[in-house]
């Protein structure tokens, strides 16, 4: 079974521009999650989509934002990136079929720098 | 809000030897899941161990256990017969099961554990 696949692996921005990421969850996932992870610090929730829905983001500001598509798959966009948006950006899918206590699977990342 | 604290931000053990970290949370909430999960320098975040708040028995998986302490609201993870493999970020996390809740996990910053020769 394929894992949670993200691109690109890398990312180097400009501060003002926009980037994108994007994140395909596990086949039979519904459930996509964003985290940021900034040097030195935890895992920071960012968003959550479930069925195409957003169903909850974290405290971050509104240029943080993104989708999901009719297959699941996601995609995270930063507007007038800042410099301290770089950070590693995880994905994580969870199927809810397993129920509750399902686990996220998370995947390789994607490394945004922005100069 | 919930919060995850782990103390420690880095350790050290000797191959072959047994290691525990140290991770607390707060809630006033009865139902949640407790994770650890392991970032090697891969960046990829695996599961380690997951343990139910209602289950009283502890979680073990192979060289991996962990000491859930429900009211002291402490949940540590214990790892035997340590492998240079094991080097790497742990990161505890909390997730609620009250109905309506984001379902997001909630970390940990991490402890960095490195395995000596």
């Known amino acids: 079974e394929a894992g949670v696949t993200q691109s690109p692996t890398h990312l180097i921005k400009t501060r003002g521009q926009q980037a994108t990421l994007r994140c395909s969850p596990i086949?039979?996932?519904?459930?996509v999650y964003w985290y940021q992870q900034a040097l030195g610090l935890g895992l920071q929730f960012l968003l959550w989509?479930?069925?195409?829905?957003?169903?909850n983001r974290g405290n971050f500001p509104p240029r943080f934002s993104g989708r999901q598509f009719p297959n699941y798959s996601s995609e995270l966009n930063v507007n007038a990136l800042e410099l301290e948006d770089s950070a590693l950006y995880l994905c994580?899918?969870?199927?809810?079929?397993?129920?509750?206590?399902?686990?996220?699977?998370f995947g390789n990342g994607t490394r945004l720098t922005v100069t | 809000a919930q919060t995850v604290t782990q103390s420690q931000p880095e350790m050290s053990v000797q191959e072959a030897e047994t290691v525990t970290l140290s991770c607390t949370y707060d809630?006033?909430?009865?139902?949640?899941?407790l994770f650890w999960y392991k970032q090697p320098p891969s960046r990829q975040m695996i599961l380690v161990i997951r343990?139910?708040?209602?289950?009283?028995q502890n979680a073990t998986e192979n060289r991996f256990s962990v000491n859930f302490q429900k009211a002291a609201k402490s949940f540590s993870l214990k790892i035997s017969d340590s492998q240079l493999g094991d080097a790497a970020m742990y990161f505890c996390?909390?997730?609620?099961?009250?109905?309506?809740?984001?379902?997001?996990?909630?970390f940990g910053t991490g402890t960095r554990l490195q395995v000596t020769l």
């Open positions: 343990q139910e708040a209602y289950k009283q």
């Open positions: 809630t006033s909430e009865s139902d949640y899941y």
């Open positions: 994580a899918s969870r199927s809810g079929l397993q129920g509750s206590g399902s686990p996220l699977h």
């Open positions: 989509y479930d069925e195409g829905e957003e169903r």
């Open positions: 086949s039979g996932h519904t459930s």
């Open positions: 996390a909390y997730r609620s099961e009250k109905t309506g809740t984001a379902s997001k996990l909630t």
